[in-house]
């Protein structure tokens, strides 16, 4: 067990992916413009922050997130409120951490779940299992007493090997072994979220704003499957695939903004995709609501119409775009 080598298969699938994303974080090495459009970066941590607590039953809209991160007040439960200041306060320590120091690991921990569980920061020292989105249990996890010795094991796995195994197939493995062990109370999976971001800011800036966190969200049913999975078969294979899936998306949908030009067209459509969530359709007067316009004409020139000609916004009724029972959603 001292030499414990998590067990995962190298697939074709994996190196497709790792070519298609290797391929579109070259078109995104000149990312001037993601660099500079600072109201994209902070939407999409934003996003970030909203959607790995969705994940884990966070019902504060991501609005409401917006909202907190800003210093506004918001009505809701406090300790999901607690909550959303906390992985704001976690996600900004990015840029300081080790990804492979265990240290490191409870420090964002501790400050994950501030005010939210009774030893922040500590390894679990009672019994714990995994559960999906409809509360089945899709895993027990290791004996509290196995814990230390488990995250020692995968840490140090990490350090012998992070220059021999391309840190997106790592970070992955790591994602997976870490929700396994479950080595805290409570917080495991918003950790490991974050974390694998950690791992891969560390090898390639461009990962600090990129939303990786809502591209799971769109799929959590997959997430939860994956990981049952590999519980199944005994090692990280699918998940490995899953994330590497999750990563290339994520880099389309920012090859789709950050081609555009600096205008105030662009930093329009993206205002507008941040109040909108994907394949989730939403009337002209909800989106009007978030995005706090009174004239459907604004946010038909403004918004919708530019947006929907970059084939980024799709109309429930395409060949009746003026019905009035119009819905318009994110693709």
């Not at 899709?138 to 990490?158: A, S």
């Amino acid at each position: 067990m001292n030499n414990y080598i998590p067990p995962f298969i190298i697939t074709n699938k994996m190196v497709d992916y790792i070519s298609s994303i290797m391929e579109k974080i070259g078109k995104l090495d000149n990312y001037a413009n993601f660099n500079k459009m600072s109201i994209l970066r902070k939407n999409n941590r934003i996003c970030s922050i909203h959607s790995s607590l969705a994940i884990e039953a966070n019902s504060l809209s991501i609005n409401q997130v917006k909202d907190l991160i800003s210093g506004k007040k918001v009505i809701g439960p406090q300790k999901e409120i607690q909550e959303v200041k906390n992985a704001y306060k976690a996600y900004e320590m990015l840029n300081d951490m080790n990804p492979y120091s265990i240290k490191d690991l409870k420090k964002i921990h501790k400050t994950m779940t501030y005010l939210i569980v009774d030893k922040p920061g500590e390894f679990r020292n009672g019994n714990e299992g995994v559960f999906d989105e409809l509360g089945n249990c899709i895993h027990m996890c290791p004996p509290p007493e196995q814990v230390d010795t488990l995250m020692n094991q995968l840490f140090d796995w990490m350090k012998k090997r992070k220059n021999d195994i391309h840190p997106l197939i790592l970070s992955s493995v790591f994602h997976y072994e870490f929700v396994f062990i479950h080595p805290f109370q409570d917080g495991n999976g918003r950790t490991a979220r974050l974390w694998q971001n950690i791992i891969l800011y560390n090898w390639h800036k461009i990962f600090e704003y990129l939303p990786i966190e809502s591209e799971i969200k769109k799929y959590q049913a997959g997430y939860y499957k994956a990981i049952d999975d590999c519980n199944k078969n005994g090692n990280s294979t699918i998940f490995i695939e899953f994330m590497l899936k999750m990563i290339d998306d994520v880099l389309t949908d920012a090859l789709k903004v950050t081609n555009m030009p600096i205008t105030e067209k662009a930093m329009n459509i993206n205002k507008l995709l941040q109040v909108m969530e994907y394949n989730i359709p939403m009337t002209a007067n909800d989106i009007m609501n978030k995005l706090k316009i009174k004239s459907k004409e604004t946010l038909r020139k403004t918004y919708l119409d530019p947006a929907i000609n970059e084939g980024l916004v799709a109309l429930t009724i395409p060949d009746k775009p003026t019905s009035k029972n119009q819905m318009y959603y994110k693709i």
